[in-house]
């Protein structure tokens, strides 16, 4: 099939003749650097992208570009929130592909044999195409529907097809980054400009369709937007801003960062694009927190986490953990023991986010590891997530947003004499560093006098012993890190 540039028509080749099935919706420009004729290299093979189609499901969308690579072979190259999957067709035997699940008994979580490896399903679910171009293997329109089930196996991917039916149509590959495939004629930020009026994650002015509140969102990046004022959530992946639905009104919650603030980490701007107050399941003594969702135009997404005894950083995991037992997930040689397992749910949100969310959108989460590095499995009805999660003191985010007046002001809890649990890691980490170069200065000493033992071990005292007041446990929670 092939979808003419110029005036939108689909045209199917079959063995005779050439027919025109009217005319084929244009892709929202979603500020891909990606386009037609776009050509790279993968594993020493050179390859062209020759048709796009694009994908919506319920709270999102996503480009499917189709390759054709040298030696007549084709793939697809999935482009995501700025994330690519290249996957090639699996070359199975009909009784291989016949054993595969049905769609209807896929889950999330699912366990699948595939090609002689174990994999896991992290999403599933069902995509409507809304629109296409340039050339493609099969016959699509809007309108079009794929039920598609995707699976994990550490950097690896598998995608079960089932547009065409069962049995399904299998293909793997793994994550890519556009720096690995080499691309060439890729679009440049003028030429995104040219055809979108606005460039690739730059704040763009925004009246809220509900109240008329000024809303400054991330074209291209983050698509959903919930009115911090009437919590209206605004759909700006059409051509003009649509109210979904209008929120029960909801009282504003005092955070540390706000929606369009800036600031600057490892020496680049990032900006915070929206926020998630979130609680747990727990009866007796429920936690709140606070999720800010950051971008920055060269790093993409990042997210940090504020809670009551201090700050985390966290990053989406592209190469997941494997499951060495029930309780032991095994990640870059390291082992990560299983901790709470609760669900979380969402009580307000504000800003914008690359997926549409809703207040009560709740999932489960498996938390693996301490609370210096952890890893966390999200779990929702339709997909799983990985994540990596390292501890940060509140003076770092502080130094992060200068300007930032709340996060300058120190909290209660620390000026009564609380440590904070970040705080905490880090002088622990610096005593015991401090300790290893006091013992090694002073090797020249012990080997002369016995004595020297006896000032080494009260100077070490010294320096440990206020860090065992404030944390008895500093010992136990120093083992577990290392």
């Known amino acids: 099939m092939a979808v003419c540039e110029y005036c ?9 003749s050439v027919k025109d099935i009217g005319k084929m919706s244009t892709v929202l420009e979603d500020y891909t650097p990606l386009q037609l004729n776009t050509s790279g290299q993968w594993k020493g093979q050179g390859f062209e992208l020759v ?34 999957m290249l996957t090639r067709r699996a070359l199975t035997d009909q009784a291989a592909t016949a054993l595969q699940p049905r769609f209807e008994a896929l889950h999330p979580g699912s366990n699948l044999g595939f090609a002689k490896r174990n994999w896991v399903a992290s999403d599933v679910r069902t995509a409507h195409c809304t629109g296409g171009e340039g050339e493609l293997p099969f016959t699509a329109g809007a309108g079009w529907t794929a039920q598609v089930a995707d699976f994990r196996d550490a950097g690896s991917f598998l995608t079960l097809d089932y547009a065409d039916g069962y049995p399904p149509a299998a293909y793997v590959g793994e994550l890519v980054t556009l720096e690995q495939l080499k691309l060439q004629l890729q679009r440049n930020a003028d030429d995104i400009d040219r055809s979108a009026d606005r460039y690739l994650g730059k704040a763009m002015p925004l009246a809220c369709p509900a109240c008329g509140s000024p809303i400054a969102y991330r074209a291209g990046i983050a698509n959903y ?13 059409e051509s003009t801003a649509v109210v979904l639905k209008k929120q029960s009104e909801l009282k504003a919650i005092k955070s540390s960062l706000k929606p369009g603030e800036s600031g600057r980490i490892g020496g680049q701007p990032w900006t915070v694009l929206g926020l998630m107050q979130c609680t747990d399941d727990d009866k007796d003594e429920p936690s709140t927190w606070i999720e800010y969702l950051l971008f920055n135009e060269e790093q993409g997404l990042l997210w940090l986490i504020e809670q009551d005894d201090g700050w985390d950083r966290v990053k989406v995991l592209d190469e997941w953990p494997r499951l060495s037992s029930a309780t032991v997930a095994t990640w870059h040689g390291g082992n990560f023991r299983k901790g709470f397992e609760y669900r ?18 709740s999932t489960l989460l498996t938390e693996f590891g301490e609370s210096g590095l952890r890893l966390t499995r999200e779990t929702s009805n339709t997909e799983i997530v990985w994540t990596r999660s390292t501890r940060i003191p509140r003076a770092q985010v502080a130094q992060w947003f200068k300007d930032n007046e709340a996060l300058a002001v120190a909290r209660p809890e620390a000026a009564s004499g609380k440590p904070n649990a970040g705080d905490l890691v880090f002088c622990r980490k610096a005593a015991l560093w401090y300790s290893i170069a006091l013992g090694l200065l002073s090797m020249p000493m012990l080997e002369e006098t ?4 006896l000032v080494v ?9 206020p860090l065992l ?9 120093l083992a577990k890190e290392d």
């Not at 007549?72 to 482009?79: K, P």
């Not at 979380?344 to 800003?351: D, E, F, I, M, N």
């Not at 007041?469 to 929670?477: E, F, R, Y």
């Open 344 to 361: 979380s749910r969402v009580l307000y949100v504000a800003g914008t986010f690359n997926w549409r969310v809703h207040v009560g959108d």
């Open 457 to 465: 071990g009260f100077q070490i005292l010294l320096l440990w012993g």
């Open 51 to 84: 048709g796009r189609i694009q994908l919506r499901y319920e709270s999102g969308l996503w480009n499917e570009w189709y390759l054709l690579f040298d030696d007549g072979s084709d793939g697809w190259l999935a482009d995501a929130s700025g994330q690519y």
């Open 469 to 477: 007041l404030m944390d008895p446990k500093w010992l136990l929670d």
């Open 225 to 237: 937007v919930v009115c911090g004022n009437c919590h209206s959530q605004i759909d700006c992946t």
């Open 8 to 16: 939108r028509s689909t045209l199917v080749k079959d063995a005779d």
């Open 450 to 453: 016995g004595s020297g033992w």
